[in-house]
C-alpha cells in the first residue's frame, strides 16, 4: 500500500502508522503522480483543493487539472482500478467545483481503465463541524436555507470502507455509486438531535438561500472555492437524499447514524471533563 504525501502533510504519519509507504509529491507534479503510479494496481483518489491548500493550489490546478493528471497518470501505469471520490449526484454543476468533479468522472469513464465512482452527500466530519458553522461546543449551529429538506449526511470512515470495497470487489467495477447515511435527516432534526446529545439548547442561525446564491456569485471571480461552497451550501438546502436500500442489500455496511456521530461529539465532550 502506497500513499502520495506531500512533504510536511499532517496526515503523513498516520498513513505510517497503516503500515503505508510514503510516495512523496503532489498533484500538480506530473513526474511526482507518474512514480506514484509505478507497479501500483488500484489507485483510490480522495484529494481536493477546498481544505487543505497550499501555494499553487487550486480548484483549477488540483481538482481538475490534478486529478486528470493522476487518471492519465494510472493509465499509462497499467493501473487496473481506480476509484474516484467525487461528489453527491444532486449537486448541480453550476459551480466550479462541481464542474471539475463531473469532467473527472467523465474522462476516467472513458480512459480505458477499470473505475468506480463514489458521490458521497455531505460527510459528517465537515458538514457538523465549526468549519461550516455548527459548533456545538460554542452552543450555536448555522443552517443552510429552512434547514427542512432531508440529507443523506454520511461518516467519512463510511465512505472509506465503502471505497475499499469499491477498490476490491469486481462487481462494482465500472459503476457509479451515490452515497449517504443510513438514513435521511434534515438540518433541523439534526439540530434536535445534537440537543439531545449534547444536553442542551443550540442557538441556530438561518442563512437564506437567495443570499448564498447572491455572494457565491458576487466573489466567484477572487475565491472560486469559498463560491463554490457556498454553491454547495445552496445546493443542499433543496435536500440532498441518496436511498442506500439496494447498495446495503448488496454490501451490508454498518453505517453510521447522525445518532451515533452526535452521541460520539458528546463522548469527546465529555472526556476532557471526566479527565479533570
Ligand atoms: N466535505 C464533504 O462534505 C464532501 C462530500 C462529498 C465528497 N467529498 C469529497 O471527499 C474527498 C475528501 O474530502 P475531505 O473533506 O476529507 O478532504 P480533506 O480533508 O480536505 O483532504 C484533502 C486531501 O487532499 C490532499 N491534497 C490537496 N491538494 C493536494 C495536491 N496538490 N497534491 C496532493 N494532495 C493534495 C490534502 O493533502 P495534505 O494532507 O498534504 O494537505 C488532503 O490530504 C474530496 O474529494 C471531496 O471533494 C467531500
Redesign the pocket.
Known sequence: MRG???AG???AAALAALGAEAAP????DAASVEAACRGATTVIS?????????GG?SLET?DRT?QLTLVEAARRAGVRRFVY????PNLPADNPLVRY?REVEAALRASGLGWTILQ????ME??FSPAVGWDVAAGKVRVYGRGDAPISYIS?GD?AELAVLAATRPEVEGRVLPLGGPAPVSQLEAVRIFEEAAGRRLKVQHLPVPVIRALSLLIRPFDPITSSLMALGAAVAGGDAIAMGTLLREFPVGLVSVHDFARTLRADVDAPRRRA
Do not use: Q
Not at 120 to 123: E, N
Open positions: 502520495l504525501v506531500r502533510s499532517p496526515r509529491g503532489d498533484l500538480k480522495t484529494a481536493t483543493s477546498t481544505a487543505s491548500r497550499r493550489d488540483v490534478g471520490v467525487s461528489v453527491s468533479k458521497p452527500s455531505c460527510l465537515v458538514w467519512i465512505v
